[in-house]
């Protein structure tokens, strides 16, 4: 017997790789995928089989055209938070810092890219990676 009682409400997980980029300022890049309104960290889904710094580095070049070597991405540590553009779904981020060299310009899925000052993000709509992990912990110039 099925019934809505006996199906356990348990979220989907999403695998992703993320970066905290700042800039010589220590405004944060962040990313608007296209048909979407909250702002994250640029990165995304890691492949079956694909190590953590890699996927970040695909996903850097594909979104936003810069080479990254995954070797000099500092791993800040491994976060939980809900999906920002897909409902009862929860991110497993792997989040990295790093630095980029060259402009970054947005492309593939991505629709609009921004610098923002930490400080200014009240009032923005971010994914809760952002807001709650990122701008908290990692939101300041070290």
């Given at each position: 017997m099925t019934t809505s009682h006996s199906r356990t409400a348990r979220a989907r997980t999403i695998r992703i790789a993320a970066a905290v980029i700042r800039d010589d300022g220590g405004r944060l890049l962040l990313v608007r995928k296209r048909g979407t309104s909250a702002f994250m960290q640029a990165g995304g889904k890691i492949e079956p089989g694909e190590l953590?710094?890699?996927?970040?580095?695909?996903?850097l070049r594909e979104e936003l055209g810069v080479a990254v070597d995954?070797?000099?991405?500092?791993?800040?540590?491994?976060?939980?938070?809900?999906?920002?553009?897909?409902?009862?779904?929860?991110?497993?981020?792997?989040?990295?810092?790093?630095?980029?060299t060259g402009e970054p310009v947005p492309a593939a899925e991505i629709e609009e890219m921004i610098w923002l000052n930490p400080e200014l993000a009240s009032?923005?709509?971010?994914a809760p990676l952002t807001a709650d992990i990122v701008?908290?912990?990692?939101?300041?110039?070290?």
């Open positions: 953590p710094a890699a996927a970040l580095a695909r996903e995954p070797a000099a991405a500092f791993h800040l540590g491994s976060f939980s938070a809900p999906a920002a553009n897909e409902p009862d779904a929860r991110v497993e981020a792997e989040l990295f810092e790093l630095s980029i009032g923005m709509e971010l701008l908290p912990r990692y939101g300041r110039q070290p």
